[in-house]
């Protein structure tokens, strides 16, 4: 495993213990940004769809596990986020490739996850993506962008 | 050659996408979350530790505003205590006449939120007490503005609490003034609903909806809601009412566990 790796796998647990404790601080109603997302897509965008998914694998599977819903619905959310993401590299101008890459990984993770979520329920899958998903990804694309400019900073040094 | 490597690779790409699909479905169907308990400690603990370190900080600055609050509160508590006192002695003779047993009698586990769960749509409460603090699985859990949810799952020094915005969280309940049951479920919304209240039941806006004491989880009542919206549907069997929760979730910082006094331990028993 080579140091751009472990700055990742640093930069993934990083944003799995904060979006549990300290992103509450930062939220607007009942809207949060998703930072796991927003690493995961910054990883795939570098790494492509095979590291892309598989990192977002293991990081789904650490998020079920703090999590009282079924284990293996985020891994396979953020499995999908990490191929979407690691696919779409390159296929956008460079300045506008990070936040319309988020913008899509983000509703392929929410859609995904909440699909499963509400499969063979009485639930109002409409209702879930008008009062969350769309807010939440857009404020973690707003919020990527800052946090993009940063990990790469970092990580190039 | 570069088309057959692109080739491969492409399929390799979408053969380890099945995989790990795969192993996710796999994952879901062969749920067992006790074997994986470990892991799930360790990640309770590192949350734990950094809003504790979080709170220390915070608690300085809050400490003598807090005190000052206390001091009035203490003040209003203590007159409200003397009127308390002739009522239950009312109370307790009235009860004597029309013999009924007497409810209510529970210890409070008092809690700090150091935690939220990782969902996507509401977030499970991670809480700094745990098994030796006599907290078990499916005890209530509430706060001063009613009922949050019911403990999940429970380590030594931590537990995760299930809210009622969880679609697995069902609470019998009952109307305040009609006296009538339904069961509490949430739909995604920002609202709760009251389902299988019969439509020739009067139900006001404003109304009440307190737990109706017919679980074993939840006592009777504790205060869900107030009753947000009613609609009448023809078709329909039974009313539509949405339910304001009493609780707002969003600034949850500490709760009480309802322990029942005379049975500390209810690990096992089912949802309702």
């Given at each position: 495993m080579?140091s751009?790796?472990?700055?990742?796998a640093?930069?993934?647990?990083?944003?799995?213990l904060?979006?549990?404790?300290?992103?509450?601080?930062i939220?607007?109603?009942?809207w949060r940004?998703?930072?796991v997302?927003?690493?995961?897509?910054?990883?795939?965008?570098?790494?492509?769809p095979?590291?892309?998914?598989?990192?977002?694998f293991?990081?789904?599977l650490l998020?079920?596990l703090?999590s009282?819903?079924?284990?293996?619905?985020?891994?396979?959310s953020?499995?999908?986020?990490?191929?979407?993401a690691?696919?779409?590299?390159?296929k956008?101008?460079?300045?506008?490739e990070?936040?319309l890459t988020?913008l899509?990984?983000?509703l392929v993770?929410?859609l995904t996850?909440?699909?499963?979520y509400t499969?063979?329920?009485?639930?109002?899958?409409?209702s879930?993506?008008?009062?969350?998903?769309i807010?939440?990804?857009?404020?973690?694309?707003?919020?990527?962008?800052?946090l993009y400019?940063?990990?790469e900073?970092w990580?190039?040094? | 050659?570069?088309?057959i490597?692109?080739?491969?690779?492409?399929?390799?790409?979408?053969?380890?996408?099945a995989l790990?699909?795969t192993l996710?479905?796999?994952?879901?169907?062969?749920?067992?979350?006790?074997?994986?308990r470990?892991?799930?400690?360790?990640?309770?603990?590192?949350?734990?530790?950094?809003?504790?370190?979080e709170?220390?900080?915070?608690?300085?600055e809050h400490?003598?505003?807090e005190?000052e609050?206390?001091?009035?509160?203490?003040?209003?508590?203590?007159m409200?205590?003397?009127?308390?006192?002739e009522v239950?002695i009312?109370?307790?003779?009235?009860?004597?006449?029309l013999?009924?047993?007497?409810?209510?009698n529970?210890k409070?586990i008092s809690?700090?939120?150091?935690?939220?769960g990782?969902?996507?749509t509401?977030?499970?409460?991670?809480?700094n007490v745990?098994?030796v603090d006599?907290?078990r699985?499916?005890?209530a859990v509430v706060?001063?503005q009613?009922?949050?949810g019911?403990i999940?799952?429970v380590?030594?020094h931590?537990?995760?609490a299930q809210?009622?915005?969880?679609r697995?969280t069902?609470?019998s309940a009952?109307?305040?003034?009609?006296?009538e049951v339904?069961?509490?479920?949430w739909?995604?919304n920002?609202?709760?609903d009251l389902?299988?209240?019969?439509?020739?039941?009067?139900?006001?806006?404003g109304?009440s909806?307190?737990?109706?004491g017919?679980?074993?989880?939840?006592p009777h009542?504790?205060?869900?809601?107030?009753?947000?919206?009613?609609?009448?549907?023809?078709?329909?069997l039974?009313?539509?009412?949405?339910?304001?929760?009493a609780?707002?979730?969003n600034?949850?910082?500490?709760?009480?566990?309802l322990?029942p006094?005379?049975s500390?331990a209810?690990?096992?028993?089912?949802?309702e």
């Open positions: 080579n751009l790796h472990i700055r990742y640093v930069f993934f647990l990083v944003a799995l904060l979006q549990a404790t300290l992103v509450k601080f939220q607007i109603f009942t940004p998703d930072l997302l927003i690493v995961l897509v910054t990883y795939s965008l570098r790494e492509g095979n590291k892309g998914m598989t990192a977002g293991i990081v789904g998020q079920d703090v009282t819903h079924f284990i293996g619905l985020s891994a396979l953020k499995t999908l986020t990490g191929f979407v690691g696919s779409l590299s390159g956008f101008t460079s300045r506008a990070f936040f988020l899509i990984g983000g993770n929410d996850y909440f699909f499963v499969l063979g329920e009485n639930f109002s899958l409409q879930l993506i008008i009062l969350y998903t807010p939440n990804v857009m404020y973690t694309v707003l919020l990527g962008g800052f400019y940063l990990m900073t990580v190039s040094e | 050659m570069n088309n490597l692109s080739l491969f690779s492409r399929r390799g790409s979408l053969f380890l996408l790990y699909i996710s479905v796999l994952l879901m169907n062969f749920n067992d979350p006790e074997t994986l470990g892991i799930r400690i360790v990640v309770m603990r590192a949350a734990s530790w950094i809003t504790s370190v709170h220390k900080l915070v608690f300085l400490l003598q505003q005190n609050v206390l001091r009035k509160r203490n003040l209003d508590l203590f409200s205590n003397q009127r308390l006192q239950m009312e109370n307790i003779r009235l009860r004597r006449l013999q009924f047993k007497r409810e209510g529970f409070y809690a700090n939120v150091v935690g939220f990782e969902e996507q509401v977030r499970s409460l991670i809480l745990g098994a006599s907290v699985k499916n005890m706060n001063d009613g009922l949050v019911k999940y799952s380590d030594t931590q537990s995760i809210i009622l915005m969880d697995n069902l609470v009952r109307l305040q003034k009609s006296r339904g069961v509490v479920a739909s995604g920002l609202w709760l389902n299988y209240i019969p439509k020739d039941i009067p139900v006001e806006i109304e909806v307190i737990t109706s017919l679980s074993r989880i939840y009542g504790i205060k869900v809601g107030v009753v947000g919206e009613v609609k009448d549907d023809k078709y329909a039974f009313k539509e009412i949405k339910i304001k929760p609780v707002n979730f600034s949850l910082e500490e709760v009480f566990i322990v006094a005379d500390l209810a690990e096992g028993s089912p949802d």
